[in-house]
């Protein structure tokens, strides 16, 4: 591995890493209003959620250019307030993969609050625990598994992220390109072998992911 | 490990945007060229020039979308009229650099032989790949070659649209298609294709790579001095290595 493909791996885990960081907190709040609350506009939040997964990544990448951008309203107001540029730096990476894997975590998530028997959460009321006690002693470690397996789903779709990316960030060696871009410019440009080196590179990452996954369930299945 | 990651996300964040650098939107099939050339004028005392990468299509959308460009280099000139319409880019400044061709390519080890591009309405070619005739240059240019000689609505129907000119040559390469046409340069490239026909420059499209300064750029005198300097012979020269044929 030279230093530029070292700088390309550096970055994507890091980018993804972040981006999962960021949706987290949110992604896991949303999954139990989804799972366990009624709420007006439940339904269309619900799709929105899930829009990047059936829209083609080239137009989610399309949206967020147009707001993001100088002229969008997201962009102009980071350039405001912050001074910061988004698009065509590594927070333009960011925002893509956060985007387009949001919808893992929060679908991973609610299906572990969902499957929480609600009887132990009354059983804990009824012994007089208050609802934020019950919230943090029942609900949430029982539904942690589920939750890290959403984290770990969102932080792969994230690393193979690609059609977003390339619209909202870029392909700048060296500040924007991540694996999937530089495998895309490898292909465009006949380098077919150094494509199928950070092809190899990418799949030992996934691999890496998925027993972290599966060891991580193992363990908690046997606690 | 996820901290180190976080950390040296946020350390990278630190070389963006710095003074006296010059951001160069170009074409991919670009990519290897300009590298060489940039770090040639890096060396001998010129300004940072990073580079984004992509299909014209894609710069010419990012360009209209606010990007913060100093220099378009677009493989077609469709892409760089769009944006000079659109009053993007600075027209005084825009000049063809390079110029390509196309070819007709079957797999090395096929038999065909072509005399002539119409050739390619004979039945045994069942497969036909091209760029898509509609956004991807070479496959516009293709199509406007294949309408002139008028037989494009001859293969339409065998014609097989892909997502790049590089998808052409692959599916040539692997034989899931008969015969494909794209860039004598791509073409050049690969091993396991022959060029059954080069296409006359006189009945061709006219293929040119112009480059011109983007409007708004905050530093325009020096991305004006990297614009000329692609120009030079030196720059030329690594073009050519590279297999484009260059604009004297």
Known sequence: MTADDLQVVGLTLGTAALSTLLIFPFGVALAWLLARKKWPGKSLVETVVALPLVMPPVATGLILLNLLGRHGPIGVFMQNIFGA??????????????????PFLVRTARIAFEEVDPRLEQLARTLGAKPARVFMTITLPLASRGMIAGAVWAFARALGEFGATILVAGNIPGRTTVMSVAIFSDIQLGNDGHAYQLLGISAVLAFAAILFSNQFSKWGATR | M????????????????SAGEIEVFAAASLTDALKEI???????GGDHVVFNFAASNTLDMQIKAGAPADIFFSADEAKMDDLEKAGLIDKETRKDILTNSLVIVVASDSPAVFTSASQLTDSKFKKIALGQPDSVPAGIYAKQYLQKIGIWDQIAPRVIPVESVRAALAAVETGNTDVGIVYKTDALHSKKVKIAREVPSSEGPVIAYPAALVQGSKQAADAKKFLDYLREPASLKTFEKYGFITKG
């Open chain 2, 38 to 44: 940039a770090s040639t004028y890096e060396k001998s």
């Open chain 1, 85 to 102: 540029e988004i698009v065509f730096t590594w927070k333009a990476v960011v925002a893509a993969m956060a985007v387009m894997s949001f």
């Open chain 2, 2 to 17: 996820l901290c180190r990651c976080v950390i040296f996300v946020l350390l990278m964040s630190q070389f963006h945007a």
